[in-house]
């Protein structure tokens, strides 16, 4: 049995031990007499290149079939392993141990076969030692065009600690001081091991300068190095528009070219078998950035994925190609994934676009077929991020001026210039009631209330695209409506009864519908019976009826007329019905104070006479009255001055 392992040379500090895992999975040895435990020593830290000397000890195999030791020691969380035939002796000294790492160490013995035991017990120290910084190539300050981008930068990373000599464990990462020029998310990386590059996107429209800093952590220390990027509308932007026929691509069955009129080089490709075929395009690109890649494809009757696309070779990306409601037509639209290389607007948004950082030189693009019917007829490759994603504009009317009352219709229209159409739809920002909007058509209909003129009334339009970020145009139009004199109502009266000498008292309603109301006059109409008045200010229709009216029908015409411009008028008419006078009844007779008293009984309001004869053929009127009520009373006052008297009363003076 191997005995326990010591390590010497270290404080009491460094000596703190507990145990640890098996190394089993380590070493895989053959089955041998010889035995032993594992005893393990731990404590974390980086991995550095610089050597320590340390001397370890253990005690003598009690198997007399050991011949010799093999010393092992490694770095903890590495794959690093070396090993020393010590021979027959039970310490030795190691001079390749290396720095600030948990080192960990353990001993086999071999018999004369060199066949080796199962390891010691394993120990374990955390060795002091210095810790090297990552290393990065300087980079300059750039100055670019709006709406542009700097890079690829190529850059050059180094790390003297790592074990194995592999920088692509290194982690990058980029800030930005102006997020809102460049926000952290448009610092793009590639490259691998010590060979990195790095791109830089600024949002689009967007000016100004912000630092860049470009960091490299080891997990233990971190190195950066910062430069000024100035954006400048001044500095124009080279913009580069590649547009390519699917045709001339490089074809691998069953990828095929087919012949279609409608198609722009009279052809298209697509691949009879899904998810195999390529079609591989070679394009030179002139000016180094981010570009998108933008396909005319047609897409029958699957709204979904219709291409695998990769960049030199490298990770695929998804072309989406399920933007509304897909016909037999040609459609624009764009290479877009959730994975790869994401630049957005602002800092923290939602939506981005997938973007390929290209370097100056050829570029290999390639595309996969994923369904039989769906096909490609000619990609864009562009530099200009704008140019999918310029805002709808927007055609308003010119202003309008119509009467209250009447109905406005006018047609909103916008133009969408993107190559990817985009669906728009219009909206009201600010509008007065009542106001409609198709949000299709852009169609505008508007009836304004009498309350609505006049007015001068501001109208305005959206209009927005259905685009990943929405973009939109807003425009006003003004609408004068103007005041229209409307015509007085008069309310309808019914047919009236009244009695000869009755007063008929009757109120005419009458509105103006006009805003503010207009002045109301009332007149009565050609036909009115003698005597009939009617109140200009309020409508008060008075009438009499005389006795010489009774039995009789009387149309009435009531007028009434505003104060607007022009004057308009509205009338009513109604029948006034006054029918026989009552018989005149002798109530009573009585003689008092030699004056003779006659009680009679008639129609109230209308004049009676008593008249009187001594032939019964000449008649004088003694005295007149107008019956206060249908009961009243005639005197003869000179009665006693004759023998005898016949009387009569009669209707009327």
């Known amino acids: 049995m191997v005995g326990t392992l010591y390590l010497e040379g270290l404080s009491q500090s460094e000596m703190k031990m507990k145990f640890v895992k098996l190394l089993g999975k380590l070493l895989q040895r053959r089955e041998v007499i010889l035995h032993g435990m594992i005893l393990a020593l731990l404590s974390s830290g980086p991995v550095v290149r610089a050597a320590l000397r340390v001397t370890l000890a253990w005690d003598p195999s009690s198997d007399k079939n050991v011949v010799g030791y093999i010393l092992h020691n490694g770095v903890v969380d590495t794959s690093y392993i070396d090993h020393t035939d010590v021979g027959n002796t039970t310490s030795a000294t190691l001079t390749n141990v290396l720095e ?31 810790y090297p910084l990552p290393t990065i190539s300087a980079i300059p300050d ?7 981008s700097a890079g690829p930068i190529i850059l050059t990373n180094g790390d003297d600690s790592f074990i194995p000599a592999s920088l692509d464990d290194l982690y990058i990462f980029g800030t930005s001081s102006n997020p809102t020029l460049v926000p952290d998310g448009n610092i793009l990386f590639g490259g691998s091991d010590s060979n990195r590059t790095m791109t830089v996107v600024p949002a ?134 959730p994975g790869g290389f994401k630049v957005s607007d602002s800092n923290g948004s939602t939506n981005s676009q ?7 030189g050829q570029h290999r693009i390639t595309f996969w077929g994923l369904e039989p019917d769906i096909g490609l ?47 728009l739809s219009f909206s009201l920002v600010a509008a007065p009631t009542g106001v409609n909007l198709h949000p299709d058509t852009g169609v505008l209909t508007w009836t304004p209330t009498e309350a609505q003129g006049p007015s001068t009334n501001l109208i305005t339009v959206r209009v927005t695209d259905d685009g990943s970020t929405p973009l939109s145009d807003t425009r006003s139009f003004t609408v004068v409506v103007n005041e229209v004199n409307s015509p ?83 009338s009513t008419t109604f029948r006034v019905i006054v029918p026989r006078l009552s018989p ?18 008639a129609d109230s309001g209308i004049s009676y006479s008593l008249q009187a004869s001594t032939n019964l053929e000449s008649w004088i009127s003694l005295t007149t009255v107008n019956a206060a009520d249908a009961d009243f009373e005639l005197v003869d006052t000179n009665a006693a001055a004759f023998p005898y008297r016949f009387y009569r009363v009669v209707v009327g003076p």
């Not at 600030?100 to 001993?107: K, R």
């Not at 750039?142 to 542009?148: A, R, V």
């Not at 591989?280 to 897409?299: A, E, M, N």
């Not at 000869?500 to 207009?518: K, V």
């Open 142 to 148: 750039y100055q670019i065009g709006e709406n542009s």
């Open 204 to 337: 689009i429209n967007e000016v100004g300068s912000a630092i860049i800093t470009y960091t490299a952590s080891d997990g233990t220390t971190n190195a950066s190095r910062s430069f000024l990027l100035t954006v400048t509308p001044t500095l124009p932007s080279r913009l580069v528009y590649l547009k390519v026929e699917a045709g001339s691509a490089t074809l691998v069955p069953p990828m095929t070219a087919f012949p279609d009129a409608s198609a722009s080089g009279g052809q298209f490709i697509a691949t009879s078998d899904a998810g195999s075929g390529t079609a591989t395009f070679t394009v030179d690109i002139p000016v180094s950035g981010v570009y998108l890649i933008l396909c005319r494809v047609r897409s029958p009757d699957k709204p979904e994925a219709s291409f695998v696309v990769s960049a030199d070779d490298a990770a695929l990306d998804i072309l989406d190609a399920s933007q509304g409601t897909w016909t037999d037509d040609w459609r624009w639209t764009i290479v877009n994934w």
């Open 488 to 570: 007085p109502e008069l309310m309808p009266v019914p047919d009236l009864t009244i009695r000869p000498g009755s007063r008929l008292i009757m109120t005419n309603r009458a509105y103006d519908p006009d805003i503010p109301p207009n002045i109301l006059t009332f007149s009565l109409g050609i036909g009115a019976p003698v005597g009939a008045a009617i109140d200009a200010s309020n409508g008060v229709f008075t009438w009499q009826p005389t006795a010489a009216q009774a039995d009789s029908t009387n149309a009435v015409t009531v007028w009434v007329t505003d104060d607007g411009s022009p004057p308009l008028s509205h």
């Open 100 to 130: 600030g790492v948990a080192n960990f160490f353990f001993v086999t013995g071999y018999d004369s076969k060199s066949i080796e035991s199962v390891p010691s017990n394993l120990i374990g120290t955390n060795c002091p030692g210095t």
């Open 584 to 601: 005149i009844t002798l109530a009573s007779l009585s003689l008092t104070n030699q004056q003779f008293r006659l009680g009679v009984s």
């Open 377 to 423: 007829d000619e990609i864009l490759i562009t530099n200009d991020r704008n140019s999918i994603r310029i805002r709808p504009i927007l055609s308003v009317p010119p202003d309008q001026s119509i009467n209250e009352l009447t109905t406005l219709v006018v047609t909103n229209t916008a133009t969408d210039t993107n190559i990817l159409a985009n669906a």
């Open 354 to 360: 997938t973007v390929f950082p290209f370097t100056v």
